[in-house]
């Protein structure tokens, strides 16, 4: 998850006095001017960069209101739009069933009645795809998944404290992608959408404008 700043080779570990973990450039790329960084340095460092993407509360509770709202609004126009496909679908059965009858009383020739049932199935099976589609409820609970994801924004740095090297190893897998060092500070690329949390919160821009999506 380290690389140089220098040359971008990836950073590695060495032992050295049999005890002492050290941090240095792999020098892919020749010999390269990275100091050597103790681990618990840089584990520190790298904590550090949890608190990078922290959220206020009540922005992280609007957030999700907001969203909640939206699956609201969304399941309901779902749910209208599967009503209608049903009632157009059960009206056009319904005309079809009449011309079947006219039929049979010789009302209508049998070209007529091709044609007409050749166009209403056409227009059946469109309404009927159409209605199975909407019957299928939203994927998945995005005002939840948002929750889930504010919970453990606010809870990072708490967590990798708390943890050993293995478990802070994995905890730093789910919100980075990588880091530049250059010896003495560290430039985070976070993940999706740990990213968008870490420029909004270093930048304090947590009051959105109301043509922007929350």
């Known amino acids: 998850m380290l690389c140089c700043a220098h040359d971008g080779c990836t950073v590695t570990t060495e032992l050295q006095k049999k005890k002492y973990v050290y941090y240095r450039c792999s020098h892919g790329r020749g010999k390269c001017d990275l100091p050597y960084m103790p681990e618990a340095q840089v584990s520190d460092r790298l904590g550090d960069l949890l608190k990078g993407i922290c959220v206020p509360d009540h922005v992280a509770s609007a957030i999700v209101e907001s969203i909640e709202n939206d699956q609201g609004t969304a399941n309901g126009e779902r749910l209208r739009r599967l009503s209608d496909a049903k009632q157009r679908l059960s009206a056009l059965r319904s005309r079809m069933d009449r011309m079947y009858e006219d039929k049979l009383d010789g009302k209508i020739d049998e070209e ?44 990072a740095h708490f967590l990798y404290l708390t943890r050993n090297h293995t478990e802070r190893g994995q905890l730093l897998k789910s919100v980075l992608l990588n880091c530049t060092t250059d010896g003495v500070s560290l430039t985070p690329t976070f993940r999706k959408p740990f990213d968008v949390i870490f420029e909004r919160a270093k930048r304090e821009e947590w009051s959105g404008r109301q043509d922007l999506n929350l």
């Open 112 to 155: 007529f009645w091709n044609r007409k049932m050749a166009d209403w199935r056409t227009e059946e099976r469109a309404l009927q795809s159409a209605a199975e589609s909407l019957n299928m409820p939203l994927p998945e609970n995005r005002a939840l998944t948002a929750q889930r994801i504010f919970e453990l924004a606010n809870k």
